[in-house]
């Protein structure tokens, strides 16, 4: 069997395995929605979700349109998309414990998670077609961006702000170690003192008339914009303006999502480049400034039209394709080789301080491709699919030798059928 084979059938195999429905009594809807991962991450995560949908258009599109639509079934009517949705009543009573979480209303997490979702619905229209069904999930999807421009823009630079580390996704890459009071934690204590410091900010926030538009801004704890958040942020009000373009909705809407998504662009360049080592940082707005600690987050901006092609040049040749760095023998791990916290060999036990995993290598193809690296896009694709063939569907991987790290039969590594998609298209 071939590597793209072999990587398309774990894909495959995890993608139905991890297909969970029924109905939630908490919540008191159905729920058709593909878990993360069997043993670890059993409930239904946004980001994750939406990755999944990606991935699903390629073995079942009824499936990849029920993943969004369970989704988006937890949008609140104010707007709010919850990162974590434990749809499930018999898993529920571990999850604040297992995931460091402040339950709302018995069955959603207080928090966001990067908004990939309206990416997903683009992905997922563009391959059915489905009219009726987009008319149906971009109103909620709508909603919820309106709602993080409304309850998370920061006053000072126009982007969006996150309250904990995991609302980016990336919960224990060391650019956080030092806004959490980490950064001296020896290698063999970091993956325990991430926890207690998140436990510490969670026991902080932590009030029973919280809800999600609670203001934390000014119990400035952890308040940070992150660039990956941003990105994402962005590209889905692309995503949105296209798409209320197709769904015929009033023309001022589109042209409004179009200029918002080039104002966050614009706002990344402003606030988060840095000239002279040509790459993007985070901003901690506690300490007021930024942390320059060089992570894949730091390339993700090259995917923005916004982001001018002189700065998108020097991210890909100074540091994705600098073998120091990112371009490692298996591309693209979470933090560069260059960094003293990088951690191929996942020794702290704690996620994306060095790992690949498969969707920022998803995310960067993209980028690659649309700023005219077609073969070292291919060639991402090619390794990435290499990861998934040697390890099978994990959660990360080591970028020196693919050995996999973390959950098993994990969901989004499943993006591999997408980006084999992707490259067969492009060689047609």
């Known amino acids: ?6 990587a398309a059938a774990h894909a495959r195999d995890t993608l139905f395995r991890n297909h969970r429905s029924g109905f939630s009594r908490a919540a008191q809807r159905p729920y058709d929605f593909t878990c993360p991962s069997p043993d670890t991450y059993p409930f239904q995560w946004a980001w994750d979700s939406s990755f999944h949908a990606i991935a699903l258009v390629h073995v079942d599109t009824r499936r990849a349109r029920d993943e969004i639509r369970s989704l988006l079934g937890a949008v609140t009517p104010t707007g709010f998309l919850p990162h974590m949705v434990l749809w499930q009543d018999d898993l529920r009573p571990t999850a604040t414990a297992d995931f460091r979480i402040d339950l709302w209303q018995g069955w959603r997490s207080v928090t966001i998670a990067p908004p990939v979702v309206a990416r997903a619905i683009e992905h997922v229209y563009r391959a059915t077609r489905d009219d009726l069904w987009l008319r149906r999930v971009l109103p909620p999807a709508l909603a919820f961006f309106g709602w993080l421009a409304e309850h998370r823009t920061s006053p000072g630079t126009g982007l969006i702000e996150i309250y904990q580390p995991d609302e980016s996704g990336l ?16 290698e063999d204590a970091v993956h325990d003192a991430w926890h207690a410091a998140m436990r510490s900010l969670i026991t902080a926030y932590s009030s029973p008339a919280r809800t999600p538009e609670t203001p934390l801004r000014d119990r400035r704890l952890f308040v940070w914009n992150d660039v990956l958040v941003n990105t994402v942020y962005a590209d889905g009000l692309a995503c949105l303006a296209r798409l209320a373009r197709t769904a015929g909705l009033d023309g001022r809407t589109a042209a409004r999502l179009a200029e918002e998504s080039h104002a966050i662009g614009a706002a990344l360049m402003r606030h988060c480049w840095d000239e002279t080592t040509g790459a993007f940082y985070d901003l901690d707005l506690v300490a007021g400034k930024r942390r320059d600690v060089l992570t894949a ?14 700065a998108a040049h020097r991210v890909v040749e100074d540091h994705l394709l600098n073998e120091r760095e990112f371009w490692r023998p298996h591309p693209i791990p979470s933090v560069a080789a260059s960094e003293p916290s990088y951690d191929p060999s996942f020794r702290t036990g704690a996620i994306f301080r060095g790992s690949s995993w498969v969707n920022l290598n998803w995310y960067l193809y993209q980028g690659l491709r649309s700023r005219g690296y077609r073969a ?3 060639a991402l694709a090619a390794r990435t699919r290499a990861l998934v063939a040697a390890s099978g569907t994990r959660e990360c991987y080591s970028p020196e030798d693919a050995t996999g790290h973390g959950a098993r039969s994990f969901g989004w590594s499943s993006l591999v059928l997408d980006l084999a998609a992707s490259t067969a298209t492009e060689e047609d």
């Open 376 to 378: 070292e896009a291919d």
């Open 1 to 6: 069997m071939s590597i793209a084979d072999s």
């Open 297 to 310: 987050s730091s390339l993700l901006p090259i995917l923005l039209d916004s982001v001018p092609a002189a």
């Open 171 to 186: 919960d224990s890459s060391p650019k956080y170690d030092a806004a959490l009071g980490i950064e001296s934690a020896p």
